[in-house]
């Protein structure tokens, strides 16, 4: 009976301890854990630094597209020509060895604008990130948090006040915030 009374009172103490010890872990890592979020689709349009770096993609998407619209203009007006009549046997040869040049022109063009483009969005995304880290971490600081989440992929609900998203911005737009950053590079020039 002895021996049981001690065994109890040693596993009490321990769950005493064990429950001191964890409950002050628990309250230190709730405490440091402050989880805070943004919306990048609100960020992209509000932003007056998005805006920009957004319009030079949008310009340079649009180039290319004209260049590539003129290179297939030329192409089927040449194509219109073998079809369209009776030519003789040398310009017609000339007309389908300029058929096949401007195919494989629009061809390489095609991949070129596609490339030039995958390059503009991925600078697109460095000069936003470059623009965006210092805004997140002065916001995420000044509301003690410790993780910002994208609220357009991975906030499904949460409570009113964790939404970092209008001080992100106001951080953004205000002056200087440009110059903290560094100046974005050139996009691609039409090749």
Known sequence: MRQRTVIIVTLSVLLAVLSIVFG?????????????????????????????????????????????????????????????????SPARSRLEQQAQQQQSELE??????????????????????????????????ARNVQVVLNEDSSVVWAAPGFDLTADVIEKLKAPGAASAAPAPAATPAGK
């Open 24 to 88: 002050r872990r628990a309250r230190v890592f709730r405490g440091a854990s402050s989880i805070g979020y943004v919306s990048m689709q609100r960020i992209l349009a509000e932003s007056p630094e998005a805006k920009a770096i957004a319009a030079r993609l949008q310009e340079l998407q649009q180039q290319k597209t004209r260049e590539l619209t003129g290179l297939q203009q030329a192409f089927e007006t040449t194509r219109g020509q073998l079809l369209g009549g009776a030519l003789a």
């Open 108 to 141: 390489r063009a095609s991949a070129q604008a596609q490339a030039d483009l995958q390059a503009g969005q991925r600078q697109f995304q460095t000069d936003l990130r470059q623009r965006l880290t210092p805004a997140l971490e002065a916001v995420a600081k």
